[in-house]
């Protein structure tokens, strides 16, 4: 049996950057912990970017359970050039409309943080930091956006609830 490859800085960086988004779902460290019956401290070093220590498979299991969402799940499949897909999620047109506005939210918020971040024509690591967390949303969003359009592709036209009336209009 060979030797299992080290994992890359990247892939740890990845990792703990959904795996923060996983628990920040899951309602924070201390609920996150009770879920897969671990330790704050040790949850926290999971999150933390100056640890070495990473999520492992049953506590990925048990938060993506919990809130539904497999964020660790597709960053691995990512990883090794796979993809998730969800093709049995209904969407409205109502809920697109809904997960565009937030990715649009999102958008500003890391456009914002970046141009911040630009002000001294150096990115710091702290700088780095806040601008991967901020990516991270974006990600997670702009995913939730494309699921909603895939699922427009597989099952058809997406109806509004109400009709989406223009500002203004009576």
Not at 37 to 48: L, P, Q, T
Not at 61 to 74: F, H, I, K, N, Y
Not at 98 to 111: D, K, N
């Amino acid at each position: 049996m060979s030797e299992p490859r080290p994992l890359s800085d990247q892939f740890i960086l990845r990792i703990k950057a959904v795996t923060r988004d996983l628990v920040k779902l899951c309602g924070g460290i201390v609920r996150s912990g009770e879920i897969t019956h671990r330790s704050k401290s040790e949850v926290g070093r999971w999150v933390s970017v100056n640890e070495p220590d990473i999520i492992d498979l049953s506590a990925t299991m048990a938060l993506e359970s919990e809130c539904g969402v497999p964020l660790v799940t597709t960053v691995m499949a990512e990883m090794h050039g796979r993809r998730l897909t969800d093709e049995t999620a209904a969407q409205s047109a109502a809920s697109i409309n809904a997960h565009h506005s937030a990715l649009l939210r999102a958008q500003g918020e890391l456009s914002i943080h970046m141009s911040s971040a630009l002000e001294d024509g150096t990115i710091t690591p702290a700088e780095a930091e806040i601008l991967d967390r901020s990516a991270s949303e974006f990600e997670t969003l702009l995913r939730a956006f494309r699921g909603g359009l895939a699922s427009v592709r597989a099952n058809g036209p997406a109806c509004a609830a109400k009709p989406l009336r223009v500002v203004g209009e009576r």
